[in-house]
């Protein structure tokens, strides 16, 4: 990676980066910054993508868009590890929450699907149905 580009340490991203498809929905986020960028072996970043256009297909009230908009950016690391010949590990970790974070609870339910759907989509070609 070349220094500033948007997979850099500091780097803010392209139009790729900065804008996210949650479940159909497109989210810019001009604000996403990558905190450490190690090819192959770790990315970190930024992360707070919660919009009114995001509350619709989750059923999402008022007041807890507000809430939920309301809460600090968090981090999200990914780390590869080489486990065997052949084997990576994926440790997923998102942090940075303030205590009693709405957000932290509902990404504690989200991430493991999208690890899992990752797993599908590396061993068939296929990502899991949403």
Avoid: C
């Avoid at 970043?45 to 059923?59: D, V």
């Avoid at 600090?72 to 590990?89: D, G, L, M, P, Y």
């Avoid at 009693?100 to 899991?128: C, D, I, Q, Y």
């Amino acid at each position: 990676m070349r220094p500033g580009s948007p997979w850099s340490a500091g780097g803010r991203g392209s139009k790729p980066w900065r804008t996210w498809d949650n479940h159909g929905v497109l989210i810019s986020d001009p604000e996403q910054i990558v905190l450490e960028a190690e090819p192959y072996s770790r990315l970190s970043y930024t992360w707070h993508a919660i919009t009114s256009e995001l509350a619709k297909p989750f059923g999402w009230d008022e007041e807890l868009l507000a809430r939920l908009s309301g809460e600090a950016r968090s981090k999200v690391t990914f780390t590869i590890e080489e486990a065997a010949a052949q084997v990576v590990k994926l440790t997923v970790v998102h942090d940075g929450f303030e205590p009693g974070s709405g957000l932290a609870e509902m990404v504690s339910h989200g991430w493991p699907n999208v690890v899992a759907s990752l797993k599908s989509l590396l061993e068939t070609g296929e990502p899991l149905p949403v």
